[in-house]
Structure formats: C-alpha cells, structure tokens
C-alpha cells in the first residue's frame, strides 16, 4: 500500500517493528527492529534501555498503541551468553511499569517466532538451529535477565522450509526454580486491611523463586473464599491488590526473602499470585490442576498461567513435599478456564540444584519443564509523526489530570 511506505518515511524517528502474539489470551508484542543500539551485558542492557530509552517502551506498551495490560519482548542479538556461544539470542520483557527478568508465556511464543524468521538481520544465528529429526523439534537457548532458558519448540516442513507446529505445545527448562520463605505471616496494618479480612490482622504466603520472585497467597487467606478463581471479581480485588503489594515490597521480611544469592537486580518482588487449588480445567495426562491470578507490574493482570511462576510454584510444591519429580500438573488461569484450552503444564525435571552467589545464602533448586501455546495475531509499525507531542512515548488514562 502506498501509503504504508509514506508513513513509514514520514516517521519522525525509528520506526519500530513488532509481531503480535499471544499465549493463553496474554499478548506478547515482540520488537524486532527499530530499538537503538545497546551494550554490555545483558543487564546492563536493560539497565541502559531504563534509563534512556523508556519513552520507546512506553511508545510500544502504553496507549494509544498498546494498552494498561500489553506486554513486550524486546530482541538483544548480542549479549554476553551469545557471544560465548551459549545462547543463541537474548530478549528484554517489558511491562506497563518498566522490565521484568523472567516471562514464560513471552517464552513460549518467542520459541515459536525465533523458529519462524529467516531474517538473519533479526536473528544471525537463525542458521545454527538444528532440528532433531526423531522428535521433530528444534532447541532454541535464550538468554534472559535471569539466566539461560531453553526452548525446545515443535517444528513441521512446509513449503518454505522448517517451521513451527502449532498443533504442538512450546516447553521451555527454567533458571533454577526455589522456595524463598514457607508460611510467612504479615501483619496487615489497619488502615491497609479491606472488608473481606473479617477482622483478621494478618495473612500467611509464601514466597517462590522462578526466574522472579512471587508472594503466592491462596484466594481464601485474602478472605475471598466462597467462590475463590471459580468467578472473580476483578474490580474488588484490583485496588487490594495494588495496595497489598506496596506494602508488602516494602516489608523487611519480603525484602529479605527475595534476596537471590547471585545478583541484588534480580531480588525484588515482581508479583503477587492469587491461587486456587479448587478450580482448575484438567487436561488428560496430568495429575492435578490448579488456577492462578497473577497481578505484576504496576497492578497488571496476566490472562495466561504465568509461566514464570509456573516454575516458583512447582519449586514450593515440592519444598512442601506435595510434588515430585515427573509428576506432571496443569496450571490455568481464569481465561483457560472460560475456554477450556491453554493451561500450562508443568513437571519437574531435575532437583538437588544449588543457587549460590554472594549476595544472599544458597538455596536448595530445582528445574521445571513448562509447556504451553502460543499464536500469532499480528504485525505492526510504529511511527511518530512530527509534532505528535500525546503519542511521542504513551500514557496511562487513569494518570491523566488538568
């Protein structure tokens, strides 16, 4: 179309060029092209895209391109992993409120389109994917902010050459997942404290590891109870949501257990995850399922299963002694639940892990294998036009005053 090509030249700036996916209902917009040029490692990266390019994040995952809930990945040819060969292509997440370190469903579908490309501007180590010809799959090593994750992704010829299989689930091996505290109890002050508590002065969660650091919180702690993921009201627990997790990131004993022995960037609570062990749609070939809702970020809600705390809750599940290894489990959110399709699942693949460093105490890890779908659902590109000051980064409606 011609003019396509003459807004592209009229942009004021890069142009960035995303593909849109999703996984579970939970988009993933991946920017393949048009993100300036970073350096060092990779989270130094995103250190450097924080601090001077967090307009152009705004510009792809805030209004009036994307929404309050959209979620990006970011593609890094060049990091420190891929440059000692052990990696193929890193990514940085991003989020309505800045980057994340870890994101399974972004995972997921990143396999599928890393797969996908033959643009070896986009991908230079495309060609060094090899596919096992036995089980028709190709293993994808991905470099994110926490770690090496592998991706082992379902190929099928076509006529343009070897490309994904949607009929087949995506699994990618986590980081090293672990438990970070059991049964912690935290009071709730008086003024924080909503109806649904019933006069309760405290709560009891756990905290888990899986790339990220997760307060996981049963639905009937939070006094919700009664019908728990089975029909959620969002717009109750939204703003308690959002009030719980300012509070408990600044806890002394929330700080403490998300202390990763490794790195201090990675030790902050990204999310709280409201679970359900109740609700939950079974696929055939697991042995439970169970419902999560996840708030992260700046109070956004994951449609899918969360496929990084996918692996935090199969490392706390087996810390308790309620999971063992091979024992495979379905993990739903409340939109595969509507739909009957798209639970993620999980099993564990190998234990008697150690993560150390020394920034905090080592801890007792396991890893998780965690599967799940995702598709294709668009392209874009995105242009300023000179003198469009509301669209030059993005905006949150409920921020806007007079």
Known sequence: MD????????????????????????????????????????LSQRDQARDQYDHLRKRIMLEPRGHYDMYGAILRPSTELVESGQAHIGVLFTHNGGFSTMCGHA????????????????????????????????????????????ITVPVKETGDGIKSDPARAVSFLSTPGYAAAISLTIPIPSELRWSELEGRESITL?????????????????????????????DALSPVMKRLKAYLVTHPDIQAACQHPEDKRLSYLYSIMLVDTNVGYKPDGVAGAETGLCFFADNQIDRSPTGSCVTARMALAHAKGERSVGQRWAYNSVVSNHFQAGAFEAEIVETGLRVAGGNAPAKDAVVVRVEGRAYYTGTSSFMVEE????????????????
């Not at 700036?13 to 060092?40: N, Q």
């Open 387 to 402: 003198g469009d000051v509301t669209s030059h980064s993005g905006f949150v409606m409920s921020d806007m005053s007079v």
């Open 3 to 42: 003019l396509t090509h003459a807004l592209k030249s009229a942009s004021h700036g890069e142009v960035l060029k995303c593909i849109d996916m999703h996984t579970t209902g939970e988009p993933t917009r991946i920017v393949y092209a048009g993100f300036p040029p970073l350096s060092g490692t990779l």
């Open 206 to 234: 756990d905290v888990s590891y899986g790339g990220a650091f997760y307060a996981l919180i049963s639905m009937r702690e939070l006094g919700f109870g009664p019908t728990g993921l089975k029909k959620v009201d969002i």
């Open 107 to 150: 995972t997921i579908a990143l396999g599928r389109f890393l797969v996908d490309t033959n643009d070896l501007n986009v991908f230079p180590k495309r060609n060094e994917l090899v596919v096992d010809v036995a089980s028709q799959t190709v293993i994808v090593n991905l470099h994110a902010p926490c770690g090496l994750v592998r």
